[in-house]
């Protein structure tokens, strides 16, 4: 009989533990999108300013570049690389006739740090489909 008190006890202290876990979870899932709303944010402030993309680029509606739902749309269809694109890794894969025109933008593109053209990617990306 002492035996199974010893088996019930440690049978809840496992499932307190487990239930522990998976709050501890959910709250850390939280967080990531409160971050990845953080890193939008940042995004459209570099967007509109430092990186002057939206002389060229507005949010649904084709001007001198491709619009940034369309862009988006592409970019996140075939999993490509905005990043990598933006610093001239890649190649385009929206327009490429008009290639040469955004060229003149990656001066700027290039001397950003990894975290801001992370966020750059997150805000053109939130425009996808
Ligand atoms: C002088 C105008 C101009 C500016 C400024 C500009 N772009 Fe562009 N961008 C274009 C044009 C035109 C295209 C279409 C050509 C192409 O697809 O490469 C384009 C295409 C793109 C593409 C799609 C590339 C692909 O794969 O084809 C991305 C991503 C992009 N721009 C991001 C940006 C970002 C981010 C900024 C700001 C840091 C920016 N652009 C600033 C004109 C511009």
């Known amino acids: ?32 999108q409160i971050v990845d709303t953080d890193l939008t944010l940042k995004g459209k402030d570099l967007f509109e300013g430092k990186g002057t993309c939206i002389a ?5 509606s084709k001007v001198i570049g491709p619009s940034i739902k369309e862009i988006a749309t592409i970019y996140k269809k075939s999993n490509g690389n905005i990043i990598a694109f933006l610093k001239e890794e890649s190649e385009p894969i929206v327009d490429k006739n008009q290639y040469e025109v955004m060229k003149t933008n990656f001066s700027i593109t290039k ?5 801001e053209l992370k966020a750059l990617e ?8």
């Open 111 to 115: 001397k950003m740090s990894e975290e």
């Open 56 to 60: 060229c680029h507005k949010p649904t």
């Open 122 to 129: 997150a805000y053109m990306l939130s425009f996808a489909d």
């Open 1 to 32: 009989m002492k035996q199974m008190k010893f088996f019930i006890f440690i049978f809840f202290t496992i499932t307190l533990y487990n239930c522990g876990n998976k709050a501890e979870t959910n709250s850390t899932e939280k967080n990531t």
